[in-house]
């Protein structure tokens, strides 16, 4: 056997396996030293759904938060002459080159029906560019703009890219308009839901006794009523001379009202599987306050859990509110929300003539299911060892 077979056979420092267990014991490395948050992250970028849907996510709520600056129009602008007005194709080149437009309507009155039909006119060219100037309002209501990412080239003409509804307006930018209430009632109200489930299911657990047992019946209680109607009831309660911000956080303290419960009972049964921990003796012979034990101790043992209760609890939110509001018994006009917008598709024949006022329905469907893989890849993340 010649030298340089010696050298191959025991992995000399000319041996082409050397590298890759070399980079093997390198990872191998990485792993044991990785925090458990690290662990977590790389374990969720192997869920490809809950990577689109936490992109999907985190795009809604920075449409949300940009709505003016989203939205080519302001949602309460209406047009009379736009009733129900088709949605215009956005043409990027004609003979021209690259030229985005949308083409004009000439409108025609059926001589039978009696209703009025819109009919394209080639002839008419509305020029619609990026970042145009159009109506004024306030960046995150503090700095002064008329900045708008698309919108026609002059500010005087309007275009309807998803159609217009009854009363003329734009459905694109009241969908905009619409995505920060949906989205944030969800946000605020899973807040909520959290702090009364932490809290409530927290002391429940750590105590016991008798105030176990007084927090339990509570949950219980409020588990037993049917949800539809325990809203109708509450909602039917509100004083009718409410404004619309009112009204909002009204809906937002029911909704979290009826959702904490479930949250309570986890955090419970975790609390009490905890507090005989060896970490939480030692916390109490170190003199810690129940409070600090519970709440600095106790609680991160578990913070994975409760990031995917969060993601899976803020679609149940925002279809409470879009149902409360598509039946006329949540968010009223003129707030604009996903389930206000549906309320123009209730009627039938409203629906079979303009159809396209059911994409808010489309946006609901996309945001819950974003949500729910969002959640699901979390939930999965939340325990990386298994």
Do not use: C
Not at 37 to 66: C, D, E, N, P, S
Not at 103 to 127: H, M, N, Q, S
Not at 176 to 195: D, E, Q
Not at 335 to 341: A, D, E, I, T
Request: hydrophobic share 50%.
């Amino acid at each position: 056997m010649t030298t340089e077979s010696i050298q191959s056979s025991v992995g000399g420092s000319n041996s082409p396996s050397n590298p890759p267990a070399t980079t093997e014991r390198e990872s191998d490395s990485k792993v044991y030293v990785a925090s458990q948050w690290t662990l977590m992250w790389w374990r969720f970028r192997m869920h490809k759904l809950a990577m689109a849907g936490g992109i999907v996510t985190i795009l809604m709520y920075l449409i949300a938060i940009f709505a003016e600056f989203l939205a080519p129009f302001p949602a309460d602008m209406t047009n009379t002459q736009a009733t129900y007005a088709p949605p215009q194709t956005l043409i990027l080149f004609d003979d021209d080159g690259f030229n985005p437009h949308v083409l004009g309507y000439t409108v025609e009155v059926d001589p039978v029906a009696l209703r009025r039909t819109f009919v394209v006119d080639p002839e008419v060219k509305i020029p619609v560019r990026l970042f145009t100037h159009g109506y004024t309002y306030k960046i995150l209501g503090l700095f002064e703009s008329d900045l708008h990412l698309i919108g026609p080239a002059n500010p005087d003409d309007t275009m309807y890219i998803m159609g217009a509804d009854r009363l003329g307006r734009d459905v694109l930018s009241r969908l905009i308009y619409g995505t920060r209430i949906s989205m944030s009632i969800g946000l605020v109200g899973v807040t909520i839901s959290l702090i009364l489930g932490i809290v409530l299911g927290g002391i429940s657990g750590y105590y016991g006794g008798m105030v176990d047992n007084i927090i339990q019946r509570v949950i219980e209680f409020i588990r037993s009523i049917p949800t539809i109607p325990l809203w109708l009831g509450l909602v039917a309660a509100l004083p009718t001379e409410w404004g619309p911000l009112q009204i909002y956080f009204a809906i937002t303290i029911i909704l979290s009202f009826i959702g904490w419960t479930s949250l309570a009972r986890v955090v419970r049964g975790r609390f009490l599987s905890l507090r005989e921990e060896d970490f939480v003796m030692a916390a109490r012979l170190d003199g810690a306050s129940q409070a600090k034990i519970m709440f600095q101790h106790m609680l991160p043992a578990f913070y994975s859990h409760i990031i995917a209760s969060i993601t899976l609890a803020i679609p149940g939110m925002i279809i409470a509110e879009t149902s409360l509001s598509f039946l006329g018994l949540g968010l009223r006009p003129p707030v604009v929300s996903w389930g206000v917008l549906l309320q123009e598709a209730q009627n039938v024949r409203t629906v079979a003539t303009a159809p396209w006022l059911l994409v808010p329905a489309l946006a609901v469907v996309v945001a819950v299911l974003a949500l729910n893989f969002l959640g699901d890849g979390l939930r999965d993340a939340a325990d990386p060892y298994a």
